[in-house]
């Protein structure tokens, strides 16, 4: 497949005046092997549509047009835009590019149902969008998630119990979907590189537990984590009918909240949601 000639990244940031905002969390990623490589995570991307959130200059949206995915992007810092519109005149009728803040967005009916979200995201708001995307009514509206965190936040979504990184997050990704760390990315990859390291983590949504609601889960794990070296019994006695769900699958309330697996939580869960 022939793509349009396109002028290295480096050259659309300095023509354009574009420089990394720390208040909206941005880092560019400006290497098209490894901006390729991120789009082939989510699989064949021919004809499908992928959602992309804080393109920024356009690299990894250039690497998703070139996989030969509709893209919708959505982008709230206005410096962006003439960049991103070069894009859309490349690859004609290819990008669809949404001026806004995507925590105010109702990304299913912008992307529509199917759609890969996949995104570079800005650190400071891509745990609450994933929270987000994982608490849409199951099976979810979009087919996977392949999304650049902060190494320690990866971490903390694939993490197994009784290890550090166990906690919330990991329950409420792990509970009815499959996230692995897909990709490792050193920090000298970006523009201006950042003091962490960070990962690409791709999630495939799984079948749901039968009787379980999202919303006990979640107010479950809130409790449970909140005092997170306590004991079940201190820190599920705020949570009305919590220590008698504990009782009542036969879980020792002496137990910590970082013991118990992801099916011994869904197993309380379901009981506070029956």
Request: hydrophobic share 45%; net charge positive; glycine share 8%.
């Amino acid at each position: 497949m022939s793509y349009p000639k396109l002028p290295p990244l480096r050259e659309v940031i300095a023509a354009h005046g574009l420089q990394a905002s720390k208040a909206l969390g941005q880092n560019f990623l400006l290497d098209e092997q490894l901006l390729d490589r991120i789009a082939a995570i989510p699989g064949k991307l021919e004809g499908a549509t992928a959602y992309e959130v804080g393109p920024g200059p356009g690299g990894l949206t250039r690497a998703l047009l070139r996989a030969g995915a509709r893209v919708v992007a959505v982008e709230r810092d206005r410096r962006c835009l003439p960049a991103l519109a070069e894009l859309d005149a490349a690859f004609p009728g290819q990008l669809t590019v949404v001026e806004g803040d995507a925590m105010a967005m109702d990304a299913r009916e912008l992307a529509g149902e199917g759609a890969h979200i996949v995104a570079n995201l800005p650190y400071n708001v891509g745990t609450a969008l994933l929270v987000g995307w994982l608490s849409a009514a199951w099976r979810p509206w979009w087919a996977s998630l392949t999304l650049m965190f902060q190494h320690e936040v990866a971490e903390r979504i694939v993490a197994q119990p009784d290890s550090d990184h166990y906690g919330r997050l990991a329950v409420l990704s792990q509970w009815r979907s499959a996230p692995r760390i897909a990709m490792k990315v050193h920090r000298s990859a970006f523009t201006p590189p950042p003091k962490v390291m960070s990962a690409v983590v791709h999630i495939e949504p799984a079948d749901q537990p039968e009787g379980v609601a999202f919303k006990q889960l979640e107010r479950l794990t809130a409790a449970a984590f909140g005092q997170r070296r306590k004991m079940l019994r201190q820190s599920l006695k705020g949570l009305p009918g919590g220590l008698a769900a504990l009782e009542a699958v036969g879980i020792d309330a002496q137990r910590r909240a970082e013991t118990l697996s992801v099916a011994e939580f869904v197993a309380v869960a379901r009981v506070l949601s029956g």
